[in-house]
């Protein structure tokens, strides 16, 4: 850490910790979460390859 502006340092450390800190929870509560009644079960269609080396 440079000894001219510490406290500079510190406020750029905190600001980037804060704006780190509110990006994530955003991006964690953005998302919706599906409802169960809206939801129907999906099967999914596999087709198996058989690979003759």
Known sequence: MPQ?????????????SATLILFALTNYYTKVPA?????????????????KW
């Not at 169960?36 to 099967?43: C, D, N, V």
């Not at 999914?44 to 390859?49: A, E, P, S, V």
């Open 35 to 51: 409802s169960s009644l809206l939801t129907t079960k999906k099967t999914i269609m596999t087709k198996t390859l058989n690979w």
């Open 4 to 16: 001219m502006m510490p406290m500079s340092w510190f406020t750029l450390f905190t600001m980037f």
